[in-house]
């Protein structure tokens, strides 16, 4: 086979195409996977459903990519089986792919809490990544839509009328976030066809929503910010918190959205890391003579104190803060530090960054990422049960996942 990339309008070709490695999707998990087998010799192909290749990576971090976080450890995954992203995440580390980003001489730098961006543009990554393909003498094919996958002494796979065949089969089809960008369930179902168990999905690094009166005060606060801790369900983040038309977003709501269950009520601490009782009675001895609104909005925005006012602490109003006694400054606080509200939803896979649940991790190698039940087929990215927090944390699984089964596909 000829080296070089070869870009497609589509994957219209007569004759079966024999090759040593499939890979169905050419997003951050599929390319790894196919750079890494191409390296090892390999005669790989990619089948990409849509115009082009990296699209999440394109789109990702306001368009400059948060390509991983210096800070990634299991613990800021989750999975029904926690210990299986271990095996791939230390044998290809933040650090490995850093030494990529800097051998192609992309500048990054990083913006908060480990999380490293391109300093100019998301499209780096990409041509980085077609680079180490074109390389690597990887095939890839975009506008192929897959219509069939049959196996026998090797895997077949029929798109737009023609054929593909490989003894290895990659599944990198990713998750039903962000469905405008062409998102389906062609892996899960592809996983079934072949007997494996699908955990239920559901929308995670996501906004909440609400109805009722709290989507009204919400709604009324739209554009305000502020940090925040939320918690729920023995998950706490303390970052920050942006109030919209339809509820509430920003990193730590989208934090917690993941590990949030419907029904489940937020406790929203709106002073974290400062003891608020302590605070009131300080600002009671120094300024006796100001309104308690006033005192608040200080440490608070005016427009969120002003809409909370009628639900927290309405009867002291327009008070002095001297009037107000010591014990009400106490529940004041005690309400500052835990005030409860009940999402109706989130915003769903619309606007959903990731894919909770997907291919059970019991049926794969933690090692090669291979089926226990097929020899040869292996499943990688956001299509397997593993999510990672928000900060750059998928795209090192995706590195991680499809550089595990590179090496071996």
């Known amino acids: 086979m000829p ?7 589509d994957c219209y070709i007569a004759a079966m195409r024999n090759y040593d490695v499939i890979v169905i999707g050419g997003g951050a998990a599929g390319l790894m996977c196919a750079l890494t087998a191409g390296q090892r010799g390999r005669r790989v192909v990619v089948l990409e459903g849509s115009n082009k290749i990296g699209k999440k990576i394109l789109m990702s971090g306001g368009g400059r990519c948060n390509f991983t976080n210096l800070h990634c450890e299991p613990s800021r995954f989750l999975s029904a089986n926690p210990q299986f992203c271990i095996s791939a995440l230390s044998r290809y580390t933040q650090w490995d792919f850093i030494a990529l ?4 001489g992309i500048a990054y730098h990083e913006k908060t809490a480990g999380q490293l961006f391109c300093d100019e543009s998301s499209k780096q990554v990409v041509a980085m990544l077609r680079a180490e393909c074109d390389g690597a003498g990887v095939e890839i094919l975009s506008h192929c839509q897959i219509d069939k996958v049959t196996h026998s002494d090797g895997y077949i796979v029929s798109s737009n009328g023609s054929q593909f065949g490989a003894a290895s089969l990659v599944v990198a089809t990713g998750g039903l976030s962000i469905p405008k960008m062409g998102a389906s369930d062609f892996g899960y179902r592809l996983a079934r066809q072949f007997g494996h168990k699908v955990l ?17 005060l919400l709604a009324s606060l739209a554009g305000v910010s502020l940090r925040a801790n939320l918690s729920t369900c023995g998950a706490s983040f303390s970052d920050d918190v942006l109030f919209t038309h339809r509820g509430m977003s920003g990193p730590a709501a989208l934090q917690l959205s993941s590990y ?9 601490d709106l002073l974290p890391g400062t003891d608020a009782n302590e605070l009131l009675l300080r600002k009671k001895k120094a300024q006796p003579r100001a309104q308690l609104r006033n005192v608040l909005a200080e ?17 002291y109003a327009q008070a002095p803060v001297a009037e107000v006694p010591d014990k009400q400054l106490g529940k004041l606080a005690a309400r500052l530090g835990n005030w409860s509200i009940k999402p109706a939803a989130t915003e769903g896979y619309r606007t959903a960054e990731v894919t909770l649940g997907g291919v059970d991790t019991n049926e794969l190698s933690s090692r090669t990422m291979e089926s226990h039940r097929h020899p040869g087929l292996y499943f990688i990215g956001e299509v397997v049960d593993v999510t990672g927090h ?10 991680a996942s499809g550089h595990a089964a590179g090496e071996v596909a």
């Open 390 to 399: 928000l900060g750059g944390f998928n795209f090192q699984w995706a590195w």
């Open 3 to 9: 080296r070089g990339i070869r870009f497609f309008t």
């Open 260 to 268: 949030w269950q419907p029904g489940e009520s937020v406790s929203v």
């Open 299 to 315: 440490q608070l925005p005016r427009a969120l104190v002003t809409a909370l006012q009628p639900l927290l602490w309405s009867q």
């Open 200 to 216: 239920e999905t559901r929308a995670g690094l996501v906004p909440f929503t609400f109805t009722g009166a709290m989507h009204e």
């Open 101 to 104: 980003v800097e051998k192609h």
